[in-house]
């Protein structure tokens, strides 16, 4: 091989390396940006062959099959008034112009899709469903037989739900048809089991804990950590051991074993695992209280847990001392509730705990401290006071967070919750590019994020995003330990500086299974009010006619002072009130029992220069989540029935377009 053709190849590889290093930086440093398609991610899979009495989804035929008649469904178009059969053709069903792709159904004048279930045997079944527009306006026609069962017309992505309960034979023939110039998206389900709903707010055998979540972006996963009751029915656990439950998507948990190493034990059996973090070398580490200092544990895959903790001799006093154990300092009695935050902007790692300075009791001096380790993470005893607690309650389960330019310092001090138990989720924001230890926290406004019902909540990353969960009683009114995850909470930075949340877009198209009704002078009885088409204004109250279970529910809504504006959930002889209220130019969030007296229920204070406002309101049998504007979240935990009427109660206020539309459960949601 001559110089010539060396020298060219040389060239070649150099040019070949510098575009792969000029590659190389983005790949280093990964997409930070989460889709909240990856968050709520979930792959369907193929369905087994289903016979008899079951549940079938239309997407039990298709998803990895494509074959006519698989577990009782068929692929159909509507020519010169007969059904004939698709072909399967270019990865699609095809019927003239008509087409049947996955879900979606595609229909035009001359030709109208049709899926065909034929009843494998008789009994009362439950159709049921959401169809909605992705292209056009469409009629969706249900038929059973060839007599029409029901038909809506849709022409939004929310669409319309519907659900009929009929008895059918066997072989007897349901469709599912298109009609119009348009392409929908339908999966419904035909039940012959009558299936029960399952609530989208979720617990584990003796309930959550205090919880803490942690996303693992190694293998996008949400991990919830989390202490037990020790109120198990199944297999027991301890008060306080460490559990998990795992979730691929946000919404459904599964228990996840979680261990000890045998070779390496933690220090103790029960809270080893709680606050997980990773340290700068991206390696899984916990911390938890152990009377003078905080206790380690480490971890190659967040479910097997070692000691943490390594021995080292510290050059200051000579002394043997432990990596990652923040020791507390002189004048501290004990601590407990310790959280650390690895920084890689100081290369530092921030360990924020409660103190006791005194006694530990409900009157004792106490604390939040903050104690500050180097890169290998040795711990200095000295430490910053940051808030006093004393005479309050324990600030429990506190949490320091970067976020952009600022620190943020959390925490639910003890007797603020639902009959005073365990606390609200409030937290202090700190001054732009100073470090924790630098902030005046005691001058800083306390906020919340959340009333009194959402115990011990915490944040955590989910790459670019933050995410709170915290734990509702699992007795409505009660001071009890433990109960129920809220629904996931997307929480961000305003551009006061200030934390907002809300339900955020993609969960909020997840839970809406299409509109059932919109309030109106026509399906409502008014009391007191002036109603106009779909504007309520007055003082008084308004019924509607139907009475529906578990739902999602969309209005504008405003206030005049010392007025509110109110849907109204009502089961039995209690009435809830879930809106907007103006008290003394104050407004407020709220979800009570007492109209007059709102501030006795849950709340949560609100920007005072509201004025016309946008709620939504996630009714799940016993459980409330509202959210106003989109900044504001509210979740509560009711003695609601699962069968409720809903209604409008306002005082100077205004309410339009409230739209009641139908609520996913545990296993439709991703349909």
């Known amino acids: 091989m001559s110089k010539k053709v060396l020298t060219v190849l040389l060239l070649i590889a150099i040019m070949f390396t510098l575009v792969s290093c000029i590659d190389k930086p983005d790949e ?37 099959k494509q074959t006519q008649g698989y577990n009782n469904f068929y692929y159909e178009y509507l020519s010169d008034g007969n059904y004939l059969r698709m072909v399967y053709l270019d990865d699609v069903w095809k019927g003239d112009d008509a087409v049947i792709s996955q879900g979606e159904m595609t229909s035009v004048a001359n030709s109208q899709a049709a899926r065909l279930f034929v009843a494998p045997v008789g009994g009362e079944v439950t159709i049921s469903g959401n169809v909605s527009a992705l292209k056009g306006t469409a009629e969706a026609i249900v038929y059973v037989n060839g007599e029409e069962i029901c038909k809506h017309t849709v022409s939004d992505s929310i669409g319309v739900y519907h659900e009929d309960k009929i008895t059918v034979k066997g072989d007897d023939q349901i469709r599912f048809v298109i009609k119009g110039e348009a392409t929908v998206y339908w999966n419904p389900t035909i039940d012959y089991l009558n299936t029960p709903e399952q609530l989208l707010h979720t617990t584990v055998d003796g309930y959550y804990g205090d919880v803490h979540p942690f996303y693992d972006s190694k ?23 460490s559990l998990a439950t795992v979730s691929d998507n946000f919404i459904q948990f599964k228990n996840q074993p979680i261990s000890i190493d045998e ?40 479910l097997v847990w070692s000691q943490g903790a390594m021995p080292y001799m510290d050059e200051n006093d000579g002394l043997l001392k432990y990596s990652y154990r923040a020791y507390f300092g002189q004048g501290v009695t004990s601590g407990r509730d310790p959280d ?156 006061d500086g200030l934390l907002y949340s809300r339900c955020d877009e993609y ?58 504006s109110c849907i109204t959930v009502k089961s039995g002889g209690t009435t809830y009130y879930v809106g907007i209220v103006n008290q003394n130019t104050a407004k407020y969030l709220v979800v009570t029992r007492d109209i007059d007296n709102p501030l006795s229920g849950v709340w949560i204070k609100a920007d005072d220069e509201l004025t016309d406002c946008s709620l939504k309101v996630v009714v799940d049998g016993q459980f409330i989540e509202a959210y106003l504007n989109d900044k504001y979240s509210l979740s509560a935990h009711t003695n609601l029935g699962l069968n409720v009427q809903y209604g409008l109660a306002l005082s100077g206020g205004e309410a339009s377009k409230v739209k009641i539309c139908k609520l996913a459960d545990l296993q439709n949601i991703f349909d």
Request: hydrophobic letters at 30%; charged letters at 20%.
């Open 28 to 64: 280093d440093k990964g997409d930070e940006k989460m889709k909240y398609s990856d968050i709520y991610k979930y792959a369907p899979t193929v369905s087994a062959q289903i016979t008899g009495r079951a549940t079938y989804k239309a997407s039990y035929g298709y998803v990895g």
């Open 219 to 241: 293998s996008g996963k949400l991990f919830m950590y989390y202490l037990s009751t020790g109120l198990q029915q199944g297999t027991k656990y301890p008060q306080f051991q």
């Open 263 to 302: 070779k390496n034990p933690v220090e103790q059996e029960l809270y080893f695992a709680l606050g997980v973090y990773q340290d700068k070398n991206g390696k899984y580490r916990s911390c938890y209280g152990k009377g003078n200092y905080a206790g380690a544990s480490v971890s190659d895959d967040l």
């Open 340 to 495: 650390i935050f690895y920084d890689a902007d100081s290369d530092s790692y921030y360990c924020v705990v409660i103190n006791y300075y005194s006694a530990q009791s409900d009157k004792g001096d106490k604390g939040l401290a903050l104690y500050i380790a180097d890169s290998e993470g040795h711990y200095s005893t000295e430490y910053t006071k940051l808030l006093s607690f004393t005479g309050k309650g324990d600030p429990e389960c506190p949490q320091l967070k970067k976020i952009g330019k600022r620190w943020y310092l959390f925490y639910s001090e003890y007797g603020t919750g639902t009959a005073g138990n365990v606390g609200k989720f409030c937290y202090r924001v700190g001054d732009e590019g100073v470090l924790p230890q630098n902030v005046d926290w005691s001058s800083k406004q306390e906020y919340s994020l959340d009333g009194g019902d959402l115990h011990a909540a915490q944040l955590c990353h989910v790459k670019d995003k933050l995410y709170m969960f915290g734990w509702l009683n699992y007795k409505p009114h009660a001071n009890v330990w433990g109960g129920y995850l809220n629904l996931a909470r997307e929480v961000y930075v305003g551009e």
């Open 507 to 564: 969960l909020t198209k997840l839970l809406n299974k299409g509109l059932i009704d919109t309030l109106t002078q026509n399906n409502v009885t008014a009391s007191g009010l002036t109603v106009s088409g779909d504007k309520f204004t007055g003082n008084g109250t308004a019924v509607f006619n139907k009475t529906l279970s578990r739902n999602l529910i969309f209005a504008n809504v405003s206030a005049e002072v010392n007025g509110y």
